[in-house]
C-alpha cells in the first residue's frame, strides 16, 4: 500500500548542480503534478501530466523539466540549481476528475547552498 | 486567475474547544471543488474534506464541517472538540477544470493552527 514514494527525502546542492527528484506512484493514476511548498507561500504547481507522454507546465515552471514515459513515473528536473529553488517539493497523484482526491507523497526538502 | 485566499495565517485554539478557519476564493467558474487539507508536522498532505459547488449542502466529516456560502465565495472549516492532534498547518484549496480532461488545485498559504492543552 505505497500510494505516491518520492526520493530522496532531503538533499542539499550546489549552485548550478543537476538533481532530479523521483515520484511513483501504484495506484494507475492518470493525473500527476509536481508543487514546491515554500514559507508563507502555500503549495504552488510546477508542472503537470494528464498521461503518459502528456506534460504542460504550472505557475512557476522555469527550471524545471518533466517527463512522463509511463504512468506510474514523473520525474523533476532540476537543471541547474538556484538558491531560489531552496524548497520542499511535493509530488501528488489522483484520478484527475474535479472531486478527486489528491494523494501526497512525503516531500522532498532540497536545499541550494 | 484564480486565487485562494486564507486570511489568518496562525490560529490557537484551547483543546475541546472550536475553531473556524477562514478561506475566500475567486472564480467565474460554476462548476468547482472546494478541499481542506492538512499538514501537520510530519509534513504529509492529509484530505479532511472536500465540497461540489453544486452541492448546497455543507459537506461534513465526523469534527469537521464547513460553511459554504457559493454567492460570497467564502469556504471555512469548523474543527469541534479540538484535539492536540488537530495541531497543523490547513490549507485551501479549490479545483478547476483546466482542459484536456483534467482539474488543477489552487491551494491557499495556509493557517496554522495550535491546540492548547
Known amino acids: 500500500n505505497a500510494g505516491v514514494t518520492q526520493t530522496p527525502k532531503f538533499q542539499v546542492l550546489k549552485t548550478g548542480q543537476s538533481m532530479t527528484l523521483q515520484c511513483a506512484q501504484d495506484?494507475?493514476?492518470?493525473?500527476m503534478s509536481w508543487y514546491r511548498q515554500d514559507p508563507g507561500m502555500g503549495l504552488r504547481l510546477i508542472h503537470y501530466?494528464?498521461?503518459?507522454?502528456?506534460?504542460d507546465q504550472g505557475e512557476v515552471p522555469n527550471g524545471y523539466n518533466v517527463s512522463r514515459s509511463t504512468t506510474e513515473d514523473f520525474p523533476l528536473r532540476l537543471l541547474s540549481a538556484a538558491p531560489s529553488q531552496t524548497s520542499v517539493y511535493f509530488c501528488a497523484s489522483s484520478r484527475g476528475t474535479g472531486r478527486a482526491e489528491a494523494f501526497f507523497g512525503q516531500g522532498t526538502r532540497l536545499t541550494v547552498v | 486567475a484564480q486565487t485562494v485566499t486564507q486570511s489568518q495565517p496562525e490560529m490557537s485554539v484551547q483543546e475541546a474547544e472550536t475553531v473556524t478557519l477562514s478561506c475566500t476564493y475567486d472564480t467565474s467558474e460554476s462548476d468547482y471543488y472546494l478541499f481542506w487539507y492538512k499538514q501537520p508536522p510530519s509534513r504529509q498532505m492529509i484530505l479532511v474534506i472536500r465540497?461540489?459547488?453544486?452541492?448546497?449542502q455543507n459537506a461534513t466529516e465526523n469534527r469537521f464541517s464547513v460553511n459554504f456560502q457559493k454567492a460570497a465565495k467564502s469556504f471555512s472549516l469548523k474543527i469541534s472538540d479540538s484535539q492536540l492532534g488537530d495541531a497543523a498547518m490547513y490549507f485551501c484549496a479549490y479545483s478547476r477544470y483546466s482542459g484536456a480532461g483534467s482539474y488543477q488545485l489552487t491551494f491557499g498559504k495556509g493557517t496554522k493552527l495550535s491546540v492548547i492543552p
Open positions: 495506484m494507475n493514476h492518470e493525473y
Open positions: 501530466s494528464v498521461g503518459a507522454g502528456i506534460t
Open positions: 465540497q461540489e459547488a453544486y452541492k448546497q
